[in-house]
């Protein structure tokens, strides 16, 4: 994968409807919006149009987040941010793009919403699918290692008798 390089910014690379291209590489680019939520505000999308992540190569969209999670990096040192955030946008009219957004205190962005009251039934299905999924996050599943039973070569001799493999491996003192 490339290394995110921030483009300078006094030497935008290529004026875009509603940005200016600050990266490119084979499979995304990312724009710094003029017409943003706030300074800073970036678009990363794949340069292939896709409804959904379903749609799109496993390849495209580890770069698609790798290049977002670089570009908040950046913006976050760049701009004196005291946090970012990175959204998903995933619907049916648009193609699928990361919208990264410098934050700070104060900056008048709301992203607040109502908080929905969940059946208990639905909440305990949900759980039960993901419970077994969660305890692997982070962690490798464990691999069976099968450790071949260590046995001297007597008692090898003793199980199958004389073994005529084993037997030039004894020495007689």
Not at 146 to 159: C, G, V, Y
Request: proline fraction near 6%; aromatic fraction near 8%; glycine fraction near 4%.
């Amino acid at each position: 994968m490339d290394t995110i390089t921030m483009a300078d910014e006094n030497k935008p690379e290529k004026e875009e409807d509603n940005g200016i291209l600050v990266y490119s590489d084979a499979l995304v680019s990312a724009l710094l919006q003029t017409k943003g939520a706030v300074l800073g505000h970036v678009k990363v999308f794949p340069k292939k149009p896709y409804k959904s992540l379903r749609e799109m190569p496993d390849e495209d969209v580890t770069q698609l987040f790798f290049t977002a999670t670089s570009a908040a990096s950046a913006v976050f040192e760049q701009f004196a941010a005291q946090g970012t955030n990175i959204i998903l946008n995933e619907n049916n009219k648009d193609p699928v793009c990361v919208h990264v957004i410098p934050r700070k205190m104060d900056d008048g962005l709301n992203f607040q919403w109502q908080p929905k009251q969940m059946d208990e039934a639905v909440l305990t299905g949900a759980f039960e699918s993901l419970k077994d999924k969660a305890f692997y996050i982070g962690k490798k599943k464990p691999e069976m290692k099968l450790e071949p039973e260590k046995r001297s070569s007597e008692t090898i001799m003793e199980d199958k008798g004389e073994n005529y493999q084993v037997k030039h491996l004894v020495r007689i003192p």
